[in-house]
């Protein structure tokens, strides 16, 4: 909740609007861009089989039922972050695909995202960490969770971002992710 006080009423650089709008952009370019990697593991180039089929070759178990969980996270976890609501949770999610992207298939890329063999962890990171940033400081006023006065933020949006976020990651990449064994040489 965003809450304007004398002090801030006072200081030219405290500006709600540009406040609420800045995280209205934030959200809505982040969720967006989630969600419709989400819709293009489903219905873009190989649609879900050809999803699965990458999945099952980067040692995922279950790859069909991996495939349509990481799509139906994407989608929802993005649409939610762009309207904001439930935040911390919908960061959680975005935070959890991140992760195990990461840890799966871009890390042993290296950081930049631009490598010939595979991108690295760069965009990965980035779109968690604004994630996290956008549970930490809350939807704004511009947000369904306003609307309906769910005010996780802070302390509280950050524990649930990052327990729903690192614990999913981890539960799946437990429960499913069987690395490939390198080839012998």
Excluded: C
Excluded at 9 to 15: K, L, R, T, V
Excluded at 115 to 128: R, T, W
């Amino acid at each position: 909740m965003l809450t304007m006080t004398m002090e801030h009423a006072s200081n030219p650089m405290f500006d709600t609007t540009a406040l609420n709008l800045g995280l209205l952009i934030i959200r809505v370019t982040v969720g967006l861009t989630i969600a419709t990697h989400g819709l293009n593991k489903i219905f873009g180039g190989g649609k879900i089989a050809g999803t699965a089929g990458w999945f099952a070759s980067i040692g995922m178990r279950m790859p069909l039922a991996n495939a349509w969980m990481a799509a139906l996270t994407e989608i929802g976890a993005g649409a939610l972050l762009a309207l904001g609501l439930l935040t911390p949770l919908a960061a959680g999610g975005l935070i959890a695909v991140m992760m195990v992207a990461m840890i799966t298939s871009h890390i042993r890329n290296g950081w930049f995202i631009f490598k010939p063999n595979g991108g690295g962890i760069e965009y990965v990171v980035v779109l968690a960490l604004v994630s996290l940033g956008v549970a930490v400081t809350g939807p704004g006023e511009w947000s369904l969770d306003h609307s309906l006065k769910i005010h996780w933020m802070g302390t509280t949006g950050l524990v649930i971002a990052l327990i729903a976020g690192l614990g999913g990651a981890a539960l799946q990449l437990a429960a499913f992710w069987r690395p490939p064994k390198p080839a012998a040489a």
